[in-house]
């Protein structure tokens, strides 16, 4: 049977045995779940599925070339549900717009917190001891991002029978819902500062490799890039004007296979 502590927990006490077996169903789940959150913490091991089946490790296109792997937000706040009941708390420290690269940021502060309690301590000659512990708070801090979703085509609004052309409720560009990209950031910001108590470690920390190899890859093949030129007498501005005037497009645009193609274009050209 659960302890009292447990069934105060819920905030119901019950009064039936039906109710009684109900709430020793409820801490059972409940403690499974705590386990089962710590196990993948402890073990930095993200579960492929979670107990009801829906998949937790995702994968996504990336702003680059390729896919990563990516855990959705619902699964770190039933984690930290999981861990730490309800004691934590999300915050928003503040955001920022950048219409110039199309990308909204968001500061999000995760804390965990541990309430202040009192504890009443019997020691070896009956003395009764009071303790008072006060509240303790952890928290952790991260920037998260997303793309500003723009419309991709014009709505026009036509004269019914005529097909003229009276409006539009939107034109090509325009801002969808920028509230909603705001809140992706956060979320974004949220699993950030989560994976920080070691929810999504594994996930996130392959991540981080992949990126940091991409970033290296890319160097090395920029590096190529201008090696060419300089076989030529050019020096590196020459070379990006070059990848311009060719592709109509800065370097620092391109994916990663087309600069591959551009090192062989420009060894072989006259």
């Not at 706040?77 to 968001?106: I, T």
């Not at 504890?119 to 991260?142: F, L, M, S, W």
Request: glycine share 8%; hydrophobic share 35%.
């Amino acid at each position: 049977m659960a302890n009292n502590s447990e069934l105060v927990s819920l905030d119901y006490l019950p009064e039936t045995a039906e109710e009684r077996k109900l709430v020793q169903e409820l801490v059972t789940i409940r403690r499974l779940k705590r386990l089962r959150a710590l196990e993948a913490v402890i073990k930095c091991e993200t579960p492929k599925k979670d107990e009801d089946g829906r998949k937790v490790i995702r994968q996504r296109q990336s702003r680059g070339a390729g896919k990563v792997d990516f855990i959705p937000g619902w699964w770190f706040v039933d984690q930290m549900n999981a861990l730490f009941g309800h004691c934590w708390d999300q915050d928003v420290r503040e955001y920022k717009v950048d219409w110039e690269k199309k990308m909204v940021y968001s500061l999000v502060r995760v804390e965990v917190v541990r309430p202040g309690f009192t504890e009443i301590v019997t020691e070896p000659d009956g003395t009764r001891i009071e303790r008072r512990y006060d509240e303790v708070r952890i928290g952790k801090t991260q920037f998260g991002s997303s793309d500003i979703k723009v419309y991709a085509t014009d709505a026009p609004i036509t004269k019914k029978g005529t097909g003229e052309i009276l409006g539009y409720s939107h034109r090509k560009g325009d801002v969808i819902d920028i509230a909603d990209d705001l809140k992706s950031a956060t979320t974004d910001g949220m699993k950030k500062a989560s994976s920080w108590f070691g929810l999504g470690a594994d996930v996130y920390g392959r991540r981080e490799d992949s990126e940091q190899s991409e970033e290296d890859k890319e160097t090395s093949q920029y590096n190529a890039l201008y090696k060419a030129g300089q076989a030529k007498g050019w020096d590196k501005q020459k070379v990006e004007d070059w990848v311009v005037e060719v592709t109509k497009q800065p370097l620092n645009n391109l994916p990663q296979h087309k600069v591959l193609g551009l090192i062989e274009k420009l060894r072989t050209s006259p």
